[in-house]
């Protein structure tokens, strides 16, 4: 089974506390992911490389596609999703908005 890739409008994001971060998850088709694999549409090729690193199986990942990025997303549910949450950081733009949520 391939990895399913899906426009990224399709799904619905949401932020959720993990590991003393804010993570962005979203859902789809009734399931919750984490964001695991974030690169810009020039680093296409480097994304793919990455997530086949990775060896994740098939349907425990997502990705999303827009113009501007891709993403990798982890079921939740699976034991990889701690694993790799544990690894990626969020995006710089992230980052930075998750810190102004703590100074406030």
Request: hydrophobic share 45%; glycine share 4%.
């Amino acid at each position: 089974m391939d990895t399913l890739v899906i426009t990224e409008a399709f799904i619905t994001p949401f932020k959720f506390w993990h590991d003393g971060q804010i993570t962005t998850g979203m859902c789809f088709r009734n399931e919750l992911f984490g964001q695991v694999i974030v690169a810009s549409a020039q680093e296409r090729d480097g994304f793919f490389q990455q997530l086949d690193r990775l060896n994740p199986n098939a349907s425990d990942v997502v990705i999303t596609a827009s113009k501007e990025r891709y993403i990798a997303w982890v079921n939740l549910k699976t034991p990889l999703a701690v694993h790799l949450l544990a690894q990626s950081e969020p995006p710089v733009t992230e980052r930075s908005q998750a810190l102004a949520l703590q100074v406030v």
